[in-house]
């Protein structure tokens, strides 16, 4: 079965103290794996996404990289505005048009 | 490029009605996917939509359903609803819904049942 696990669930990081969020997944061919932020009561905000291990995309204080089992979120040098629910989805090969399969999220909480 | 839209924000409704959501894709997209979201499941896929056909479903009743326009808008229906239905409805839209397409959010549509 088809399966994302993100970890921790929650973070709290005081402001500059860089960390990473861990997504782990179990798909039967990967088609894309992708990196949202969702704040509270509205939609996910599209960050990165990836599709074959050894690939890397950053943007400003993010960094996410693939491998074939997992992926990370770095985050060098956050500002209390990182704070927000990152979640982690994969889309699979075989019939999976549209359909993305998420993790449950990981709340980041960063404090000034 | 203007965003996913979704009407209306918000919606509260009883037990037993039925309601429709309404979603517009991103000009150009014409994959639109459907995503229920509640604290305790997380996001969840009801159904995709491509020209207008149904090419995918998820695990949901059959008083989920849905239905796309020939311009690639879309709207999803509840019937009877139920107390469990309570919950953020999102819609996403992505170029063919296929191959590692990004899908793209809009802001969602909260929807409580009394």
């Known amino acids: 079965e088809d399966q994302v696990t993100q970890s921790p669930e929650a973070l709290r990081l005081q402001e500059g103290e860089s960390s990473s969020l861990n997504c782990s997944y179990t798909?039967?061919?990967?088609?894309?794996l992708f990196w949202y932020r969702q704040d509270p009561g509205k939609g996910p905000e599209f960050l990165f996404t990836?599709?074959?291990a050894g690939e890397e995309k950053e943007k400003e204080r993010l960094k996410a990289t693939l491998t074939k089992k997992e992926s990370f979120l770095h985050i060098t040098a956050p500002k209390p505005e990182d704070s927000a629910t990152y979640l982690c989805a994969v889309q699979a090969g075989g019939g999976s048009q549209g359909n993305l399969i998420f993790g449950k999220g990981t709340k980041l909480s960063v404090k000034p | 490029k203007a965003g996913v839209t979704q009407t209306p924000r918000y919606l509260i409704k009883t037990r037993g009605q039925q309601v429709t959501l309404s979603c517009s894709p991103i000009?150009?997209?014409?994959?639109v996917s459907w995503y229920q979201q509640t604290p305790g499941q997380g996001l969840q896929f009801l159904f995709e939509?491509?020209?207008?056909?149904?090419?995918n479903k998820g695990n949901f009743p059959g008083r989920f359903s849905g239905r796309q326009f020939s311009n690639s808008r879309s709207e999803m229906n509840v019937s009877t609803l139920e107390l469990g239905d309570s919950a953020l409805y999102l819609c996403?839209?992505?170029?063919?819904?296929?191959?590692?397409?990004?899908?793209?959010f809009g802001p969602g549509t909260r929807l409580t049942v009394l």
């Open positions: 000009s150009g997209h014409r994959s």
């Open positions: 798909v039967s061919g990967l088609r894309g």
């Open positions: 996403a839209s992505s170029l063919q819904g296929a191959n590692g397409d990004t899908q793209y």
């Open positions: 990836l599709y074959s």
């Open positions: 939509y491509f020209s207008e056909t149904q090419r």
